[in-house]
């Protein structure tokens, strides 16, 4: 098969990888239709983090291509969203709701299984890991909204969510990539009444007024938190979204933060570091991570199939397999919020 | 009056202040019975935190002595508990409960106001502030543990709730002081199963098994980690309290929080770290601080008074102001879990 291999930093290419097969009785192969590259891709392809050389990729919709002799719940033909990460969905964490965390889990993409940025995926745990999506005939733009659910729009729910958001709140979003927009849908969503986002981007600021987003601020760190103090008149925000990662995102979200707010943060941290006096003094807390993104996509995929969101308008540029070279320097470039793969042709629903 | 004054790094005297006298129609003047030293006082006396020179102290119980025109609650001869801090009651953050957080207030021995190690202190918004105890003839064993209630025993039950201990659950507690043995009655009280106490002084030992310990370890730092992992099947606990505010406390309850666990932290930073990796990687969120000890002492209070907790068995020294330099220095020289100071005599209700 095809797949999209990881040379190193900066060299993303497509290449051949063995077909896929079955395992174990659990597993199920998946035949990719749309895949996506993922803002933590980035910090691959930069080689700010490092990622095993081979198929990589970690977000993808698909149809099953072979089931497992164990597998219940799933058939050939059946469209599927995959979580970014594989989950027994029995282990102490998957039984707690962690599904992200795992004990025999993984990310796919990587732990030996291939990448969402290829023509098929071994899916471990298929029943546990996969969801399946109901109906057929979807339109290409729920399409793109379920392979938003792989990932960026559970990774902005995960945000929302952590940071207790809800009805009648004021939310600020720190962060306007593809997880901060989706943070903004999460946070409309959950109730908030009113939704700053963070953003000098004119394509992300319509974007994020599109989701629910009802003040667009250019600002940024101790200007940001100076205004939006202004705004909630000295108190701060009821929730923070730190979707980003940074030490001044995340310094943003706290300064921002009322007392006894929590900053939910899903940016993977670099040079973050979590303001201590802010948390003691002022009560603020932090929650966050990795999300259990199988936990939270059977109500997500309610919402977009009703059409009541739309997370796949992240996806802002498109490209198939020969393009996936340019589908990285596009968001490297911010050309593109989030680049689409179109992998498999025209597949809209179940056969 | 007399009352302890605070006049630089390790110097604690006995001293004359004016008798405080009603500022505003809501105030009320409280003759201190009972005070205690906090671990907090500890690190003005040994220079580490600054701290206005003159009165310090800033947990007590007393008698109203005289209430302003505005006091409805209270009248003079009532027994009152006075949280650390002073709140009106009415501004955002004590609307929202976050007491300890008053826009309008502070603690007491500080800002203005006389502290709890004194013979009097005028205490702002006394209706709000002020806890009234009902009943009379209290025991002094009562009498400690009200005035316990006063700043350690609704800490170390911020601690816990921060942590969102709930019934059934494993949780470890990092700290053997007077906050991490009352976050042991915490975590009891709110129905943990095992409570793990990390301590290695057998006074405070054999009080942590009295308050609720089920193991105590004398490990610490990564053998602690360790070793709770073990005895969790590799799992971790359902919630960890930090109980010190050092690097390695938080590091130590950071290890031990199983996948989605909250590290509830109150004791005040020094030379701490968030392990930003753990938080993410791990979904451990962090919660804690300023306890609101006015809105948790009600429900505290009625514990107390029906002898379900005993908080002021932590109070395992006393003497009388004359002896509040030997207070510090017990504390400091660990002879002392925490001391008491009478300041009142003879006081063992309301009037």
Redesign the interface.
Known sequence: MRATLYGGPGDITVGERPDPRLRTPGDAIVRVTLGCVCGSDLWYYRGVNPHALGPIGHEFIGVIEQAGADVTGLKPGDLVVAPFTFCDGTC??CA???T??CLNGGSFGNHGVDGGQGEYVRVPFADATLVKVPGSGHSDAVMKSLVALSDVMCTGHHAAV?AGVKPGDTVAVVGDGAVGLCGVIAAKRLGAERIISLSRNPVRQALAREFGATDVLTERGDDAIKLIMEMT?G?GVDAALECVGTGESMATAFGVA???A?VG?????HD???P??T????????????A?ARRYIPELLDDVLAGRINPGLVLDYETDLDGIGDAYAAMLERRATKSLVRVGAGVQGAM
Chains 1, 2 share one sequence.
């Open positions: 102490a964490n707690a709701g962690w992200g965390n952590s008149g108190i009322r007392v006894g929590v943060a899903v940016g993977v941290p973050s570091l979590v201590l006096q948390v003691i003094f002022r009560n603020v807390g932090l929650r966050g991570g990795i259990p």
